[in-house]
């Protein structure tokens, strides 16, 4: 097995660790979860690059690296969504989660024809912004909240407009393949 697709696995392995930190009962806990998520978002990006670099992409990684990222970001919202203290909108995780759900059904019947749908550019931004959003949620409490200003609300709320704009610019980009498709 590549280090590509050991970084994705190991990203997969972060994900009950940041849950245990995001629910376990101690002073910084959300902080500490904040960490786990990044310590984790920043494998998908080491791994994709090295995946590029070194010529390793794999099936494997095709396969698991989107998986990875769902659980990861599912995860995280759906925790957000469970403590009120975070005043995370179920209308925000449906879109976010929504949108995965539909990416990946069509990348799936595109791969059924034989066609590949890349990641897109907007997509990588959307992802980066729901880092931003999920990581600025868990710790903008106390000093970490600018102005009383929900900076954290602002992001995910930008996440899910940028995550329709992406799926839109999906079908667009990919309207050949969505003809074969139907």
């Given at each position: 097995?590549?280090?590509?697709?050991?970084?994705?696995?190991?990203?997969?392995?972060?994900?009950?660790?940041f849950i245990a930190f995001f629910y376990i009962n101690i002073k910084y806990q959300y902080h500490y979860a904040c960490l786990i998520f990044i310590l984790a978002s920043i494998t998908d990006g080491i791994d994709g690059m090295l995946a590029r670099k070194h010529d390793i992409v794999t099936n494997f990684g095709k396969l698991i690296d989107p998986i990875a990222d769902k659980l990861l970001v599912s995860s995280a919202l759906i925790m957000l969504m469970t403590q009120p203290r975070f005043e995370m909108s179920a209308i925000v995780v449906i879109i976010l989660i929504g949108r995965e759900f539909i990416v990946s059904g069509f990348r799936l019947l595109a791969a059924s024809e034989g066609k590949v749908v890349a990641a897109s550019q907007l997509g990588k931004i959307k992802m980066v912004v729901q880092i931003v959003a999920i990581c600025t949620v868990l710790v903008e409490d106390g000093p970490f909240r600018a102005w009383n200003v929900p900076l954290g609300q602002i992001f995910m709320w930008l996440s899910a407009v940028l995550a329709v704009v992406s799926l839109i610019h999906y079908f667009v980009k990919n309207k050949e393949v969505l003809k074969t498709l139907f």
């Open positions: 097995m590549n280090i590509a697709n050991k970084l994705t696995l190991l990203r997969i392995a972060f994900i009950p660790v």
